[in-house]
């Protein structure tokens, strides 16, 4: 099974939109070995600034870049991008509706020993409560190379949310469409939504449930925001209930986007794998993932809490 | 470069004429703040009626010269001098705050020569920092202009923006410090300090032209100062007085916020006439 860093793609992807678009900027604060902006730096030089470690002002040049025409990348870990300067993102960024890219790395706790400072496990409800704000949070390598043209290609502001690991590559997605997520397996029992890390974990989860006669529908929600609420109000129609997995807390990301549409729809039961009132910590991404009841194994104890075995 | 006796006159009756926009649109919003817009109008005149390449029939046109209002709240300043020069009707101006207006509360884009909003402060400097970058990605001659208040600078964000303008020698970029000394909660000094003001910046790399913000051939000359200064950004140091040009306005810190009553406003307009 083929296994990439979505930032190495994002990096190389940069360099790919930077070579047919002259109209590429890229910005960075000081993490652009980690978030691979340095390959469009090598390649563009011209077109790249690092930003030092000052994330408000980033966020605000790349304002004042695109109000001159530039389709803006900006870069740091997820924590610092959405956190740090959240007030420049809402007022400077999503108000103007500016084509600006923020591209954030690191988010999770599988960022690992870095701890809890540098794990992200906000920074989507953060982004999803300010209007005009696409959000994506791609599934392996491939798609965040779908993910980065699309944000590149389409107007206003985009976030768009990686990890630090490396990631198993799905295969057999289908076609990657701006805010239509893609069903992965089908099935009528239960239904499985997933994004970004947790879609692989959910397809193991999908095959052990299997073997155990569960037919499990699984869906990958590239797209947060816009979000498709008919495949997910299909799901819950035609399943007895819905588990929504995400490394992130399970307040205000995708499973409350999930239980949002259900809840003016389509009332259903939702299971919630994410992270509960807590901070991250030292480890490593595989014992962390384990801690915070983020395996397979957590997906498919959430499926049982719908269905009995 | 010397400016002739007339040209220094008119640009002072067309700041007239700006002061008395910004006291009548703000006395039929009943909302607003006249202190800190009346303290930076014989600038921002000057560089729309002498200094900036811009053309009301073509707002924002690639090759402009860029003016960003880092302060927000002084948009009725910016609105009066839009207005004159031909962007949008003077009419509108009595619109301002109003449910769906052109004018909002802090500037919008949806105001014709308006490009970015602003009003949260410490961010502007950093929004004319991209558009000096751009403008050397793009090898235009445009120059940008970015006025800040000086209870805005104990923001971070300036400061973060002024070290980045230093690094990428943005020599197209002019800072402009609205320096009344007063701020929501009073004087600068005793909210918190800005002083030494003109060390801080030429600390972080800025060639500063300190001026008295209120003689408008000191302010012509500063901006001159600033384009011909190659390698690093200008900032355009003025020592004003908070609601200049209307006697019970000035240096009174409850002017920052506050509009006039009706018998306020016709006093003042009889002031400025």
């Known amino acids: 099974m083929e296994q990439l860093y979505q930032r190495d793609v994002y990096g190389q992807t940069l360099v790919e939109l930077g070579k047919e678009n002259k109209n590429i900027v890229v910005l960075d604060s000081d993490l652009s070995s980690s978030t691979r902006t340095g390959l469009f730096a090598k390649e563009y030089p011209e077109r790249f600034f690092n930003m030092g470690v000052a994330e408000q002002n980033m966020m605000a040049v790349a304002s004042g870049l695109a109000s001159c025409g530039k389709i803006v990348f900006a870069s740091t870990f997820a924590i ?3 956190g740090r300067a959240w007030d420049q993102i809402r007022n400077s960024i999503a108000y103007n509706n500016f084509n600006i890219n ?6 999770g706790v599988s960022v690992g020993p870095d701890g809890a400072s540098h794990q992200a496990l906000e920074d989507i409800a953060l982004m999803r409560v300010i209007p005009n704000m696409n959000i994506l949070a791609p599934c ?15 107007k206003g502001p985009f976030y768009v949310r990686l990890g630090r690991p490396k990631v198993t590559t799905i295969e ?11 069903v992965l397996t089908q099935g009528n029992d239960v239904a499985i939504i997933a994004c970004g890390i ?17 037919s499990a529908r699984l869906i990958n929600i590239h797209t947060i925001r816009p979000l498709d609420a008919e495949t997910i109000l299909a799901a819950a129609r035609q399943t007895k209930g819905i588990v929504v997995c995400e490394e992130h807390t399970v307040i205000g990301g995708l499973a409350s986007s999930v239980d949002e549409v259900v809840a003016e729809n389509h009332p259903t039961k939702v299971i919630r794998v994410g992270v509960r009132n807590r901070f991250g910590q030292s480890g490593q991404p595989a014992e962390l993932m384990k801690e915070y009841n983020l395996t397979s194994a957590d997906i498919e104890k959430a499926v049982f809490k719908i269905i009995s075995p | 470069m010397a400016y002739s006796d007339t040209k220094i006159k008119e640009l002072e009756a067309k700041a007239k004429q700006v002061r008395r926009l910004i006291v009548s649109m703000l006395a039929k919003a009943g909302s607003g703040h006249p202190g800190g817009s009346l303290s930076a109008t014989d600038l921002i005149t000057a560089l729309y009626f002498a200094v900036m390449r811009h053309d009301p029939k073509i707002p924002l046109a690639t090759d402009s010269d860029r003016f960003h209002l880092s302060k927000g709240h002084c948009c009725p300043l910016l609105y ?9 009707p003077l009419e509108k101006l009595m619109t301002l705050r109003q449910l769906g207006s052109l004018l909002q509360g802090h500037p919008d884009r949806r105001t014709p020569g308006i490009n970015v909003a602003s009003g949260s402060l410490g961010q502007g400097l950093s929004i004319a920092v991209g558009m000096s970058l751009a403008a050397k990605i793009d090898k235009k001659g445009y120059r940008v202009y970015c006025l800040m208040g000086d209870g805005e600078i104990q923001e971070g964000n300036i400061w973060e923006a002024a070290m980045a303008a230093a690094h990428y020698h943005c020599d197209n970029l002019c800072g402009i410090l609205d320096y009344n000394g007063y701020q929501i909660d009073g004087m600068t000094k005793d909210v918190m300090n800005l002083e030494p003001v003109v060390a801080k910046w030429q600390a ?8 008295n913000g209120h003689v408008m051939q000191q302010v012509l000359e500063a901006y001159d100062q600033a384009q011909s200064v190659k390698g690093k950004p200008s900032i355009i140091i003025a020592h004003t007085i908070k609601g200049k040009g209307v006697s019970f306005m000035e240096n009174v810190v409850d002017f920052h916020g506050r509009t006039p009553t009706k ?4 006093q003042a307009l009889r002031e400025l006439a």
């Open chain 2, 80 to 88: 009066a001098v839009l207005a004159e020069s031909g962007y949008f």
């Open chain 1, 140 to 154: 392996d390598g491939p798609q965040t190379r779908e993910a980065v043209i699309a944000a590149a290609h389409n």
């Open chain 2, 263 to 266: 018998e306020e406003t016709e």
């Open chain 1, 172 to 182: 057999n997605k289908g076609k990657f469409q701006l805010g239509q997520a893609q």
């Open chain 2, 204 to 211: 972080f790399g800025w060639h500063t032209i300190e001026i």
């Open chain 1, 198 to 214: 947790m879609v692989h974990e959910a397809l193991v989860a999908v095959e052990s449930l299997l073997k155990k006669n569960i």
């Open chain 1, 102 to 107: 923020i591209v954030a790395t690191h988010a």
């Open chain 1, 80 to 82: 610092f991008a959405t």
